[in-house]
């Protein structure tokens, strides 16, 4: 003996009329999607290629076991403030975590004006 009920034809005519749906032959045609053109492409990769960086003659790029040592926060902190969108600038190069030197030492020194601002008020 079955506990549920058999659904009747006239019950999915319904239960489509209550959800909004249309049946197949009313069904809403939508146009085909915009195709670009090679020379629309080109217009769009002229305008939207990057800025040259800044020179970082000099700098040196520091992995996270390195970052680690200079901050004193482990590598685990590191990962997790990245995650968060916290703490230095931390990129991926390749398969490795790394950061300029400079970008550090800036982030350190902003890092401990916050605290001597807050200590303050």
């Given amino acids: 003996m ?4 058999r659904r009747r034809p006239e019950d999915r005519k319904k239960k489509e009329a209550s959800a909004g749906v249309l049946p ?3 069904a809403i045609r939508r146009p085909a999607p ?17 800025q040259p ?27 997790y403030m990245r995650h968060r969108g916290e703490g230095p600038p931390i990129f991926k190069l390749g398969r490795r975590l790394v950061c300029w030197e400079s970008d550090l030492h800036t982030w350190i020194e902003g890092e401990a004006a916050k605290d001597a601002e807050a200590r303050a008020s």
């Fill in 24 to 26: 197949p032959t009313e």
């Fill in 34 to 50: 915009h195709r670009i053109t090679s020379s629309e492409k080109a217009s769009t990769l002229k305008t939207t290629q990057r």
């Fill in 2 to 5: 079955s506990y549920h009920r």
């Fill in 53 to 79: 960086t800044p020179s970082r003659k000099g700098d040196r790029l520091l992995q996270l076991p390195e970052i680690s040592e200079t901050s004193t926060l482990t590598e685990a902190t590191l990962r």
